[in-house]
């Protein structure tokens, strides 16, 4: 069996990442300014992550992100819609898909 597939990268602000379909492999850079915890992995600014590694299988991924503010180094809080100016949530995902 032959199976079509495309790399896509987008980029998302915020918590509005879609559930995405048919999914080969998956990698995460954290493109804004603060720490970012994606299905529980924490990724840093300028980091990039391999979420899910290519495998040879495709799969519906639900990602759930949360973002955090260092206001003070020991104690970095979640941040819930509220960011201040100079911070900005944005991820890059790269991933294969299905098509």
Known sequence: MFAESAFITRE???EQIPILEGVTCLSVVNT???I???NGVTIYPTQ???LIPPDGTFS???LEVN???SESTFAPTLVKKMITGKEHNRILLIYKKLI
């Open 67 to 69: 973002y955090m503010t």
């Open 12 to 14: 998302f602000r915020e």
């Open 48 to 50: 990039k992550q391999i």
């Open 60 to 62: 519906k991924v639900k």
């Open 32 to 34: 804004g300014t603060t």
């Open 36 to 38: 970012a915890i994606i």
